[in-house]
């Protein structure tokens, strides 16, 4: 909760939140088409 004294570890949590949304989204893309189906 401290980017300030945690550089690296801010570094990683936005890494981590941009990967999760990126996997929901390609989650929601990819079960869109199936559900269609």
Do not use: N, Y
């Amino acid at each position: 909760m401290t980017p300030a004294v945690h550089p690296t570890h801010s570094r990683f949590s936005l890494r981590t939140v941009t990967g999760d949304l990126i996997a929901k989204l390609g989650f929601q893309e990819t079960s869109k088409p199936l559900h269609a189906r």
